[in-house]
């Protein structure tokens, strides 16, 4: 089996207002050194071992669904696990 | 001329959808189920607003891999008019059937209000009953209206005359103040604020009625004047 973590973000290009309340928030709290926030979307598949390209497989999922290309940015990681 | 009105589980437009073509216009309309196969019988296509699949991952990302977008997809390329009203924009945006994506708004709150908006495009099917520059009270409600595209697209925009509506004030940080595009073709028509929801004096505003008017007008001038 395989764990692939997928991490969403908005592309550096758009604004994310989430991300700037979020900032300005800490900055309130004291945390002064805070220069950017960008919120983001985490999500973790478990896939089954076979006969396929794993990379291009997440790439496909990726950008077909889990993110959106016109203002998102993905990457992952890859684990493998044994099956319990 | 029969319509059909898209309905997604979590889809909360489609009565009002149904209302302004059925009762407002006296037209042949129906209820389809997000898991149909089949639009062939159907001359317009409505995608109603909502949170179509609770929203979950992003509006409208989910509803593109249902049954029935194949089949929305198909009219398109047949020329049929696809009106996708604020989750149904959403929808045409991730189906691709539009350029460009929603973000959330500016404000990041909830905005629910009348808004004025400038005819930009009074030649589509879609805007035939109104005039270039007229400037029509339509409600917005919506959370993630803010659209963005890149550069590019912008200007592939501009260039097809495919912005057909702009808010004469922004409220929710939208690139050129978009309210509403076509494709390229301009028989998909993708807009944020409600026409479904001024069709009557009552309702506040009877502005949006030209738009369905008008797509009723194009298909006749198209289909029922030529035979």
């Known amino acids: ?84 | 001329m029969k319509f059909a009105v898209i309905v997604f589980p979590g889809s909360n437009c489609d009565t009002d959808m149904y209302h302004a073509v059925k009762d407002e216009l006296g037209m042949d309309a129906e209820y389809v189920w997000h898991d149909a196969s089949d639009l062939s019988k159907f001359d317009g296509i409505l995608l109603p607003g909502g949170f179509s699949y609770g929203d979950y991952l992003r509006s409208g990302a989910i509803a593109q891999f249902s049954n029935v977008m194949s089949e929305v997809v198909k009219a398109a390329k047949e020329g049929k008019p696809v009106l996708g009203v604020c989750n149904g924009f959403q929808i045409l945006l991730e189906t691709g059937l539009l350029p460009g994506a929603m973000r959330r708004n500016e404000s990041l709150k909830f905005i629910c209000q009348p808004e004025e908006l400038v005819v930009e495009n009074a030649g589509t099917m879609f805007t035939t009953q109104y005039e270039k520059g007229e400037v029509i009270s339509v409600p917005v409600a919506h959370g993630e209206g803010n659209y963005y595209c890149d550069e590019e697209t912008l200007k592939a925009l501009k260039q097809n005359n495919q912005i057909v509506f702009t808010y004469a004030e922004n409220p929710n940080g939208s690139v050129e103040d978009i309210a509403g595009i076509t494709n390229k073709e301009g028989n998909v028509l993708g807009m944020m604020p409600h026409p479904e929801r001024a069709v009557d004096e009552l309702l506040g505003s009877k502005d949006g009625l030209k738009l369905f008017q008008s797509i009723v007008k194009s298909w006749r001038e198209r289909y029922v004047a030529a035979t």
């Open chain 1, 1 to 84: 089996m395989y764990k692939v973590k997928v991490y969403v973000t908005l592309r550096e290009s758009v604004l994310d207002p989430q991300g700037k309340a979020v900032m300005h928030s800490l900055h309130k709290m004291g945390q002064s050194e805070v220069e950017d926030v960008r919120i983001g979307k985490y999500l973790e598949l478990t896939l089954q071992k076979g006969n396929y390209d794993l990379d291009e497989k997440i790439v496909a999922m990726c950008s077909k669904l889990l993110s959106n290309p016109v203002i998102e940015d993905y990457r992952y990681e890859v684990e493998e696990v044994v099956a319990q």
